[in-house]
């Protein structure tokens, strides 16, 4: 069971480092339908979700928005019709922290339902 969906996020502030390459190996076992994708120098989580149209990717799209503000962390998100991609990355610590998989898992749990 995923247990990223519970933790919780702390502050960026507190974020520190990038995680090491074996962290990340070890917790994106926890999030297969995510990819570690190198872009503009930094390490980010990526996917891409599908949906039947575009009014249901949008409302998708502000989900992940509306949980973004809640927690302070926010990913880029890229709207199109018929699916949105979603990349989580930590800008403070250079790369992949804890908190951008939690966010990754409960972005999945929106789209899941």
Do not use: Y
């Not at 120098?41 to 998708?60: E, I, N, S």
């Amino acid at each position: 069971m995923n247990e990223l969906k519970h933790m919780a996020c702390v502050p960026c502030a507190e974020a520190g480092s990038p995680l090491a390459a074996d962290e990340i190996d070890r917790l994106r076992q926890e999030l297969p339908d995510w990819e570690v994708v190198t872009e503009e120098g930094m390490v980010r989580l990526r996917r891409t979700f599908t949906f039947p149209d575009f009014g249901q990717a949008l409302a998708f799209t502000n989900r992940v928005g509306e949980l973004a503000e809640a927690e302070g962390h926010h990913p880029r998100l890229v709207t199109e019709w018929g699916r949105v991609t979603v990349e989580w990355w930590t800008h403070s610590a250079g790369g992949l922290h804890r908190n951008d998989f939690i966010m990754a898992a409960r972005t999945g749990g929106l789209h899941e339902g």
